[in-house]
DNA sequence: ATGGATCAATATGTATACATTTTCAAGCAT
DNA sequence: ATGCTTGAAAATGTATACATATTGATCCAT
């Protein structure tokens, strides 16, 4: 009973991973031929690919009613980055009110242990956050949240890489976060969820109006 | 010119219609055959409909790796409900801050004209939280919250019918959550909303322990 | 009688061939 | 030179055939 994943989810992995890490740009064409060679199979399972990609906001159809990576304008742009901030901030508050008590020890061991110098920064970020998202004990929430997440996953990469004086401070936000959340304090764990989001999203316009164009 | 829709499409609105409607009922099976023959053609425009509608949501994979209508159980249920709670609540408040004049005097002729006793409740309620998602001026969240609305739908149109009793409540709670957008007091429009939301939903969970199932 | 293995039935997964649509460019008329 | 028409090229949309996997039942061994 081996289960051998199937081909339309091993390329629909492969692309989001390209897609995240800028080997695919905003923009770039995703041909069912060209990926279904690349690929060794059919188009069948790459056209399943591309509509889940779709679906998931990373792809959109262009000429020829062929996909290509997601290419967003400023105002696009503004309204998803928004749109994490705000739901980042509901979800902090739900979980500032209702996390167990595992769970709050948990969110201070990552905090702490993020705040060593050996540590990778968006691994730290990554389980800061999830350890919220799962602290607000709403699935669907949750889904949403990674949705939207992953599609802003392109446009973060460059910047990442660009501003290691983030760092720091994003240190003090998620410590200002965690207190919040400690002191079941939902609205202000809100008011800081949603200056670190907004933070961390800084300078990315500029790239958007370089990289990004109107559909 | 003249652009045919395509029957991946048209399949797709159709089964979305059967199963908001309640002619397909959560856990109803999804088989690509019977649907292929169903509306003439053959299995591949029906596949795409149907990874659509898993993709939205409304279908999941059932056994024999087939697709069936959604099935919730009460946490799947809670959860979702509550996301569309406190979503409809973030926006009512966006809307508060940034609605235009001429889309409060838009908000304000749909409820006056939905106290009306001659028009249909259910159309009035769609376009007084239609004005309000417009009013967020955010196409990221309006999309997020559509989706989320949609999904809620095969579980409210058993309520629907039921409730009469629950229209006149729901109109004093329309103008109630107007005001508070009119007076730009974003935090009374998301209490209001959210218990609104909240009333909405009463007694669908007894449906919910009747007719779905866990996974 | 029960437990497990094997095999057939059925539905999905993939490959391939054909149809349709969309672009773009070349050519003609104005 | 400009604008429209026409047609060929290329990509997606659909149909069909084949491969694979899951499920349920039957048969055998204990």
Do not use: C
């Not at 976060?177 to 200056?195: F, S, T, Y």
């Amino acid at each position: 009973m081996q289960m051998v994943e199937r081909w339309a989810d091993h390329i629909h992995s492969a692309i989001v991973q390209k897609i995240v890490s800028g080997e695919l740009q905003p923009g770039d064409l995703l041909n069912e031929l060209p990926l279904a060679e690349e690929f060794g199979v059919s188009r069948t399972p790459v056209r399943e690919a591309l509509q889940r990609l779709s679906a998931g906001g990373l792809a959109e159809r262009g000429r020829r009613r062929a996909f290509v990576v997601r290419q967003m304008d400023v105002a696009a742009m503004q309204d998803l980055f928004e749109a994490v901030g705000e739901l980042e901030g509901l979800v902090a508050r739900m979980a500032a009110l209702r996390m167990t008590e595992l769970e709050r020890q948990a969110l201070v061991r990552i905090v702490t242990e993020g705040e060593r110098d050996d540590v990778d920064y968006a691994q730290t970020n990554a389980r800061f956050h999830g350890a919220i998202h799962a602290g607000a004990h709403n699935q669907v929430l949750l889904d949403t949240l990674d949705d939207l997440n992953l599609r802003t996953l392109p446009w973060r990469v460059a910047q990442l890489r660009a501003s290691m004086s983030r760092v720091q401070s994003s240190r003090v936000e998620h410590r200002g976060i965690m207190d919040a959340i400690l002191a079941n304090d939902g609205d202000e764990a809100v008011r800081q969820m949603r200056a670190h989001v907004a933070a961390s999203f800084m300078g990315l316009m500029e790239i958007v109006s370089r990289t990004g164009s109107a559909p």
